[in-house]
């Protein structure tokens, strides 16, 4: 149960500390910095809550970094149909994942 609970907070502080390129990216494209903050924070936090809550049920949790982007795509996608994961939960875990995987 600690460890659940560390590394739900682990992912959080993560997503969180993710947001500062966001911000230069919307900049750029136009939209406002609060419309960015809070739909990346959003879905940031909605991946890591899915990722720890559906992989967790079955799997030891890896750290991000353990495969590349490319290959997390491949194991959400497959596990999406495996596991019934909703599409909204299962994009949610690959931004995160991608996110987190630096």
């Known amino acids: 149960m600690r ?3 560390v590394w739900t907070f682990a992912t959080i502080a993560v997503a969180l500390g ?5 911000i230069t990216i919307a900049e750029e494209a136009g939209t406002t910095q ?14 890591a809550r899915a990722w720890s809550r559906e992989c967790s049920r079955c799997h030891n949790l890896r750290p991000p970094s353990e495969l590349s982007d490319e290959e997390w795509e ?3 996608t497959h596990m999406r149909v495996r596991a ?7 994009d949610a875990i690959i931004a995160f994942l991608k996110a987190s995987n630096n």
């Open 3 to 5: 460890y659940k609970l």
């Open 18 to 22: 993710l947001l500062v390129p966001a």
């Open 34 to 47: 609060a419309e960015t903050v809070q739909s990346d924070a959003m879905q940031l936090a909605m991946g």
């Open 74 to 76: 491949v194991s959400v």
């Open 84 to 90: 019934n994961i909703p599409g909204d939960e299962a």
